[in-house]
């Protein structure tokens, strides 16, 4: 089976294309390597030291024998994209290929048209290119569990049964995104569910949480073979920032009250749901939504557990609840769906003390690669 | 007040803009004039002898001493868009200025790319443009009817009081749109709620059913008033386009079945829904949409109710249920609330033997002026 995994120089993508590799598929990466650009103009950079695609690549085919064809290029040039499908002929498209930082997004006009010029253009042209030539190749998409935003009922995966004046139909599920980056994902998933019906296209969307963790299996072979852990303000997500927050003796940036809570899950267990919508594809015509995490957390209560296995290793923590930069419910209720990928088998790691001290310990290692500057967040959804 | 018409050189925003002109409003038109270039492009055009922009302003000053100030130019460039904000200082924005065909959007992927992009960017750009420097004013916006598609639960205005498992809100009404152009439609709604729960703006999104008719009082007053009136199969509409074939003895196309029910209303109350929406501001922070039709219809009864009135002047009607170019239920149940215009105080124009006659009798009138290549649709959707 031959995978494609566009944006596969990415933090998910890259753990992906090693795990599918090991697995046996046939793994080729397409990436513009705009993240990295990204990267340079904010002056931030990843606090792992990560090898260029080129030479991670090498490595891997040297460790394992194992080779990954490459295709740099952006999808949003539609010529590049076709002829990269054509040459790699997948079997299964996994789209990681978009911006995804929501403070990236709310930095001011232009960064919110990048973010959704180019991930909804991105998508479509994938669509497009699948309709015209790949029409029974499987993709995977990379949605996020901020679709939803934070109603007051239950979340459900992708679809809701809505009983309304005696009548009944099942819907999709009502979004309620809280940045213009959300937003695209939501646009997408439109455009995805509408394509699907017109075209019996067959797609697999990836509502996935907060990804923690740095280490997989593969990634972990080898130093040239590393991941990237964003720690700044724009890219850096909860507990990935708070452990390296901790591990340089900086309180950890609690935005508002803490109360939010979000679905999180490790990264091991990402790349293995990237391998279960892959090998259980959608049938023909199928928009099929699962919603990938774990475990469900406040930021609040995630501090203190950070707090705490910090203090273990002889870490002194703290905790600042700064003003949160964002324009977001800080008390609300939460519950969502996660039974599709359990019911593929997806065995979770659930957040533990060793995972914690792992991350620590890791971010203790690279802690002279922290610019400081870059801890605070910058961008405000108000300015 | 003064009110900027976006679009004002378009079939509902000519009509808008005069009727407000007419009201004692001062009007402005942003107009791009793309739909001129796109006609041109596609071949085809308006029933109807349009005058430029430039002169139709001047006769509506010489016959009522109403200025109307011009902007020609695109909102996807924001220097021009905010220039032209500064100069005109509007108390109300009126929203007609995006891609509003469903075929267009689906001619190919570089037509369904420059309609999302071209909807999307644009009102971006009006979002940030309120946020940076004219904050209370009240965006008027249209939507359409073809967000919701047809689901098999009453639709209602936006939103929907949703019980599941014990618990209660009230969310976005889910939307299954029928096209990339109505999908583009689904993308601005996401965004301009977005936009008003973070910064506080204040939207009307009018969810519209489907125009008919083409004289209103003031398009009426003088031939080079005169408004457009589509035919062809990209941007002609169901009923104008039935009566132009029966004024010029082609069969009416009704698209499969023709049991397709949807939303409609008489542009004379397009004029005066935009009138109320703008007399009635939202407050800031709200995000409020109303479904502006007036009368549903199923399109095979349409196309009976015009072979009567066909008959009855004289004309042999036959109707043709032509292979569907859409995919799109036939079938379904439909049933939309109206009520928010209503109680703002909309007396409806419901559709009429006279208003059926009239628009016969122009049709007639026109009638060398029609392109037969142009009649029978040649965007597919599956194509």
Request: charged share 20%; with cysteine.
């Amino acid at each position: 089976m031959r995978v494609l995994v566009i944006g596969g120089d990415g933090y998910c993508g890259w753990a992906t294309a090693l795990h599918l590799s090991n697995r046996g598929y046939e793994v080729g990466i397409l990436d513009s390597l705009v993240r990295r650009h990204w990267d340079m103009q904010l002056g931030a950079d990843t606090l792992t030291p990560i090898a260029p695609i080129q030479q991670r690549i090498q490595r891997w085919q040297d460790l394992t024998g194992k080779k990954i064809d490459l295709f740099i290029g952006d999808i949003n040039n539609y010529e590049f994209l076709i002829d990269a499908l054509r040459r790699f002929q997948p079997d299964s498209l996994v789209h990681f290929g978009e911006q995804r930082s929501a403070p990236f997004s709310m930095i001011d006009r232009e960064h919110a048209v990048l973010t959704q010029v180019n991930n909804v253009v991105g998508t479509l042209n994938l669509l497009y290119a699948m309709k015209d030539e790949f029409p029974d190749c499987h993709l995977v998409k990379l949605g996020t569990m901020g679709e939803y935003g934070t109603p007051n009922i239950d979340i459900e995966e992708g679809y809701i049964t809505i009983e309304h004046n005696g009548r009944k139909d099942t819907l999709p599920y009502p979004k309620q995104p809280g940045s213009f980056y959300h937003a695209s994902k939501v646009h997408d998933s439109t455009n995805i569910h509408l394509a699907c019906r017109i075209w019996g296209l067959r797609v697999t969307d990836l509502n996935q949480g907060v990804v923690y963790g740095v280490l997989t299996e593969e990634t972990g072979m080898d130093e040239m073979l590393i991941n990237r852990l964003d720690y700044d303000g724009v890219f850096g997500t909860a507990l990935n920032r708070f452990c390296i927050q901790a591990a340089i003796g900086h309180p950890l940036t609690v935005y508002g009250s803490g109360g939010q809570t979000r679905a999180f899950l490790d990264i091991r267990d990402t790349v293995r749901c990237m391998e279960l919508a892959i090998a259980n594809p959608a049938q023909a015509g199928e928009f099929r939504v699962f919603n990938q995490f774990t475990e469900m957390f406040n930021v609040g209560d995630l501090a203190i557990m950070v707090k705490k296995a910090g203090n273990a290793l002889g870490l002194n923590v703290e905790i600042n609840n700064i003003d949160n930069p964002r324009v977001e419910n800080e008390q609300h209720y939460f519950n969502a769906k996660n039974t599709n990928l359990l019911e593929l088998g997806l065995q979770p790691h659930l957040l533990s003390d060793s995972l914690l001290d792992s991350l620590l310990n890791f971010a203790v290692k690279y802690q002279n690669r922290v610019d400081k500057n870059h801890i605070l967040p910058k961008v405000s959804w108000r300015r």
